[in-house]
C-alpha cells in the first residue's frame, strides 16, 4: 500500500469564477483504478465531487478522463501500474464543464443522431436472418466496438474549432454502417458525413486514434467514407 | 410537471425494447435514465443470447420446447412453466428482428447467425457477437430509439413512484445536470431498472446496479418475487468480481484446482464445465473450502491457453482485455485466477407474463422483474433474451391498455406534491442529527450479504445476518447528506438508494431463512434438499416499514414437464 496524491481539477459553474485543483492523498492497495480512487475520495474525504460512472469494467463508455495528461477511462486505469506519486486527474479538455469532471455531452449525442446511426433497408425482409459472410462481418469489428466514450471527440483540433463538425466517433458510426454489407442506405446517409461539417473537416492529424481507450481508429473510417465517396459520385459505385 | 402517455424508467435492453414497442404502436412514450441508455448494464453482458434457431450442425433438431425443458430443469423447477415456453417461442422471431435492425451478430461460415454452447443447454443454441454480446444489442436499440426519436431523459434519476387512488400515475425524478426535481405524469409506467448485485462485495455488477426499481415499486406495496434466489457466476476475476463470461467454457476453456485437476469431473461428469451456474459456483467454492484453492487462496484457475491466441481473437477478445487490464493476466499464456460471484438477481418485482404488476398502470420487465422464468437458477444467456421477449410484450401490453381506452384519460395533473414530498424527503436526510456513515452502512450491507446469504447458507448464519440488516436500517436514519449541491449530487444519489438496497436486501435475507430446502441457487448446508411437497411456491415479500417483510406464497404453474432431480 502506497499513499497517492491525487490532483483533482474542480469546478461548479454555478460557485467558481474558474476551475481549480484540489489533492487528496488516497491509500491505494492491490489493484485499484482511478474510478475506485474518485469513489475513495467521494465516499471518505469530499462527498461533492461530481463524475460519471457506471459499468467499471470499461465498456459503458461513462468515465473517460484526461489523466495524467493522457485520455483514458478511470475504470480501466491501474493506479499502481502508472508508477507516478501523483496522478492528476481532469475531464475531457475542450468541452463544457457540468461540474468537476462531468462534461455536457449534449452536443455530442446530437452530431451521433445527425448521420442516421441505424441500419436502413429497403427491401423486404427475410423471416430468417439476412445473411452476412464471416469476412463482410470483420469489416464490422473495430468500428461497433466504439462505447461513445468521447475521448477522440474531446482530442480533435477540428472538434476545437468548428463547433458544427461531426467529429470522429459520430463519422466512426456513420462508417460502421456504410460499410454494413445489410445496409441499403444508398445515398440516403450519405449527405449527413459527405460535407464541409463532416470527413472533409478531418485533416488526418489522427489525435483521435491515439486517444481512443479501446484502441479503435476513426481515422481510418472516416478516411474510408471520403474514399466511397469519390467511388459513388465518379465511378457509380455502390459503397 | 412533464407529461408522456407512457413513462418507461430504465434505458437498458428492457427499458428501449418496451418503450420501442409501444413508440410503433402510436403511444407517446419517454424513456427516463440515470445514464445514457448507451451506458446501461445491458451493454456489460458477453456470453450471449439463446434462442433455438437451430443454426448449429449438432442442434438441427432443437425447438423452443426443448428450450423450454432445459429453462425449466435449470430453473430446479421453480419457473411457471408456459412463461417459460412462451419466452423460448418469442426468442426465435426477437433474436432475428434483432438481426434486422442491425445486431452484429458472429456468422457461421453459411452466413447465418453463429450460436455456441452454454452450461445447462442440450444444445449450441447461444447466439453471439463475439463475447460483447450485450452491447452490441445494447447499441441497436439506442439506434432503434434514436430512429423513432422516441424522447429520452437522460441523466435523470428517480426517486419513488407517484401512486394515487391505488394506480401508478408516474415518477419523480432528480435532474442531475441541471438540478432539481420534476414530476413526470403519465397513464402507465414500466420499470425497467435492471438488477439489485451491489447489495452484495463481490458482484460482477455494474455500480449503478442497486435495485431501485424494484425497491420503489416494493416500498409502494408491490411484492417482490422469489428474491432469495441470487445467481453466483461461477467466474469473475479473482481481484475485481468482473465477469469471465460463460463464452470461456463454451468454447472449451477448463477450470482448474491447485493440483490442476479438472475437478468438475467429480461434480457433472457429463455436463462437466457446461453444468449449470448454480452446480459449477458451488463446486469451485467446494474445491476452495476444502483446501484445493490456488496456493490455498479462495481462488481457482480458467484455463483456456489450449485454446490458442487465434481463437481467443476472434471469439473471446474481450475477455482478453479485461484479464490483462484488471488481473494482469494474458490468458494466451497464463490461466485466470477466478472465483464465484453475485451476478444475478433471479428474483424482482412480481409480474405476469405481459409485465402486469398487482398495481393498475405499474409494469416491469427486464432483470427487475420475475415473470418467472428463471425460478431458482437462471441459465446464461437466458437474461438478455428476457429483456427484449418481456420489454417488448410489457411495451404491448402498456400500449393496449393505454389505446384501448374508451376515451383517452383525463390529461394527467400534477399539484406538485409528489416533487415537493422527494424535496422534504432530501430536506430530512441534510437535516439529520447523528454521527452515522452511509458509506460504512453500504459497505457492512454489502458484506453481510456476501458472507450470511452467499453460495452456501444456513439458519444460524442467516439470523445473524436478518439481525445485522435491521441493525444497519437502524443506523441509517443516522446518516447524513455531506452534500447538498444542487448538479450531479452523486452523495445524495447513493444515500437516497442505499435505503432501497437495504431493502431489497433484507427481502432476500428474509426469505433465505424461511426456505427450509435447497433448490437452484439457494443451497442450504442444513437442509442440503429440494423439498417439492413444501417449497415447490414462490415466496412473494411485502414491505413492512422498519419491520422484516410479511412473506406470502403462490403456486408455481406446472403443465409441461414433471419435476425430476438435475443430474448434468
Ligand atoms: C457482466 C455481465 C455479463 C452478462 N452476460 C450475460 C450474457 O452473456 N447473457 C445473458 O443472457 N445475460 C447476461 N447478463 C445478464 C444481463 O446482462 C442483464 O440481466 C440484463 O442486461 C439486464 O437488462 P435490463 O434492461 O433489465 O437492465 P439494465 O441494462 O441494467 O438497465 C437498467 C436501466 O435502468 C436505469 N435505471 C436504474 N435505476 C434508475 C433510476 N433510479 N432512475 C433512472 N434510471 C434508472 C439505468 O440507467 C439503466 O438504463 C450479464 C450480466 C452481467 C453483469
Ligand atoms: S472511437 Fe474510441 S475514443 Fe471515440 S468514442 Fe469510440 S471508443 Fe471512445
Ligand atoms: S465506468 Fe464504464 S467505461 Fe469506465
Not at chain 2, 531 to 539: A, N, P
Request: charged share 25%; with cysteine.
Amino acid at each position: 500500500m502506497s499513499d497517492i496524491t491525487f490532483h483533482v481539477k474542480r469546478f461548479d459553474p454555478a460557485v467558481d469564477k474558474a476551475p481549480y485543483y484540489q489533492d487528496f492523498v488516497v491509500p491505494v492497495e492491490g489493484s485499484m483504478t482511478v474510478l475506485e480512487a474518485l469513489f475513495d475520495i467521494q465516499e471518505k474525504q469530499d462527498g461533492s465531487l461530481a463524475f460519471r460512472y457506471c459499468c467499471r469494467s470499461s465498456i459503458c463508455g461513462s468515465c473517460a478522463m484526461y489523466i495524467n495528461g493522457r485520455y483514458r477511462l478511470a475504470c480501466q486505469t491501474n493506479v499502481a501500474h502508472m508508477g507516478v506519486p501523483r496522478v492528476t486527474v481532469e475531464p475531457l479538455p475542450h468541452v463544457p464543464l457540468v461540474r468537476d469532471l462531468v462534461w455536457d455531452m449534449e452536443d455530442f449525442f446530437v452530431k451521433y443522431e445527425a448521420i442516421k446511426p441505424w441500419l436502413i433497408r429497403n427491401s423486404a425482409l427475410p423471416d430468417t436472418e439476412i445473411t452476412q459472410s464471416p469476412a463482410e462481418r470483420l469489416k464490422l469489428n473495430m468500428p461497433i466496438d466504439c462505447i461513445l466514450c468521447a475521448a477522440c471527440y474531446s482530442s480533435c483540433p477540428s472538434v476545437w474549432t468548428e463547433e458544427n463538425y461531426l467529429g470522429p466517433a459520430a463519422l466512426l458510426k456513420a462508417y460502421r454502417f456504410e460499410v454494413d454489407s445489410r445496409d441499403e442506405a444508398g445515398r440516403e446517409r450519405m449527405p449527413s458525413w459527405d460535407n464541409e461539417r463532416g470527413v472533409y473537416r478531418c485533416h488526418t492529424i489522427a489525435n483521435c486514434s491515439e486517444a481512443c481507450p479501446k484502441e479503435l481508429n476513426p481515422t481510418e473510417g472516416i478516411q474510408w467514407l471520403k474514399g466511397s465517396a469519390v467511388r459513388r459520385r465518379l465511378l457509380g459505385r455502390k459503397k | 410537471m412533464i407529461s408522456h402517455q407512457l413513462i418507461v424508467v430504465g434505458g437498458g435492453l428492457a427499458g428501449l425494447r418496451a418503450a420501442i414497442e409501444a413508440k410503433d404502436a402510436g403511444v407517446d412514450v419517454a424513456i427516463i435514465s440515470q445514464v445514457h441508455p448507451g451506458r446501461s448494464h445491458s451493454g456489460a453482458a458477453q456470453g450471449g443470447v439463446n434462442a433455438a434457431l437451430a443454426n448449429h450442425p449438432d442442434a438441427s433438431d432443437d425447438s423452443p420446447q426443448k428450450h423450454a425443458f432445459d429453462t425449466v430443469k435449470g430453473s430446479d423447477y421453480l419457473a411457471d412453466q408456459p412463461h417459460a415456453l412462451q419466452m423460448t417461442t418469442d426468442a426465435v422471431p426477437a433474436i432475428y428482428e434483432l438481426e434486422h435492425m442491425g445486431c452484429p451478430f458472429s456468422r457461421f461460415d453459411d452466413g447465418r447467425i453463429a450460436q455456441r454452447p452454454f452450461g445447462g443447454a442440450g444444445y449450441p443454441r447461444t447466439c453471439y457477437g463475439a463475447d460483447k454480446t450485450g452491447h452490441y444489442m445494447l447499441h441497436v436499440l439506442v439506434e432503434q430509439a434514436y430512429k423513432r426519436a422516441i424522447a429520452m431523459y437522460v441523466e435523470w434519476f428517480v426517486c419513488r413512484l407517484i401512486v394515487e387512488d391505488g394506480a401508478c400515475r408516474g415518477v419523480v425524478a432528480y435532474n442531475m445536470t441541471k438540478g432539481g426535481f420534476e414530476e413526470f405524469r403519465g397513464e402507465a409506467v414500466i420499470m425497467a431498472t435492471g438488477g439489485a448485485g451491489r447489495t452484495y462485495s463481490n458482484t460482477s455488477n455494474a455500480v449503478i446496479s442497486t435495485g431501485g426499481g424494484a425497491a420503489m415499486a416494493y416500498h409502494a406495496g408491490v411484492p417482490l418475487k422469489d428474491m432469495e434466489f441470487v445467481q453466483f457466476h461461477p467466474t469473475t476475476l479473482f481481484t475485481t468480481h468482473i465477469l469471465m463470461t460463460e463464452g470461456c467454457r463454451g468454447e472449451g476453456g477448463y477450470l482448474l484446482n491447485k493440483d490442476g485437476e479438472r475437478f468438475m469431473a467429480k461434480y457433472a461428469p457429463k455436463a462437466m464445465e457446461l453444468a449449470p451456474r448454480d452446480i459449477t459456483s458451488r463446486s469451485i467454492q467446494t474445491e476452495i473450502n476444502e483446501g484445493r484453492g490456488i496456493d490455498g487462496k479462495s481462488y481457482v484457475y480458467l484455463d483456456l491457453r489450449h485454446l490458442g491466441a487465434e481463437k481467443l481473437a476472434e471469439r473471446l477478445p474481450g475477455t482478453r482485455d479485461l484479464a490483462i487490464h484488471f488481473e494482469g493476466v494474458d490468458p494466451v499464456y497464463e490461466p485466470i485466477p477466478i472465483q464465484p460471484g453475485q451476478h444475478y438477481s433471479m428474483g424482482g418485482i412480481d409480474t405476469d407474463v405481459d409485465g402486469r404488476t398487482v398495481m393498475p398502470g405499474l409494469l416491469a420487465a427486464g432483470e427487475c422483474a420475475c415473470v418467472s422464468v428463471h425460478g431458482a437458477n437462471r441459465l446464461g444467456g437466458n437474461s438478455l433474451l428476457e429483456t427484449v421477449v418481456f420489454g417488448r410484450r410489457a411495451g404491448a401490453a402498456a400500449a393496449r391498455d393505454i389505446l384501448g381506452r374508451e376515451r383517452g384519460a383525463a390529461a394527467p395533473q400534477g399539484d406538485g406534491a409528489a416533487a415537493a414530498a422527494v424535496e422534504a424527503q432530501v430536506a430530512e436526510l441534510a437535516g439529520r442529527e447523528g454521527s452515522e456513515d452511509a458509506y460504512a452502512v453500504r459497505q457492512e450491507m454489502t458484506e453481510v450479504m456476501r458472507i450470511h446469504f452467499g453460495i452456501y447458507r444456513d439458519e444460524a448464519a442467516m439470523k445473524t445476518g436478518v439481525d445485522a440488516l435491521l441493525a444497519l436500517k437502524t443506523r441509517l436514519k443516522k446518516a447524513k447528506l455531506r452534500h447538498t449541491g444542487r448538479v450531479w449530487n452523486i452523495d445524495m444519489i447513493r444515500t437516497m438508494e442505499l435505503e432501497g438496497m437495504l431493502d431489497v436486501a433484507l427481502a432476500t435475507a428474509s426469505g433465505a431463512l424461511v426456505r427450509t430446502e435447497s433448490r437452484g441457487s439457494h443451497a442450504r448446508t442444513d437442509y442440503e434438499t429440494r423439498d417439492d411437497e413444501r417449497w415447490l411456491k414462490h415466496t412473494l415479500a411485502f414491505y413492512q416499514g422498519d419491520d422484516p417483510p410479511r412473506l406470502d406464497y403462490k403456486a408455481v404453474t406446472m403443465g409441461l414437464f414433471e419435476p425430476q432431480e438435475r443430474k448434468y
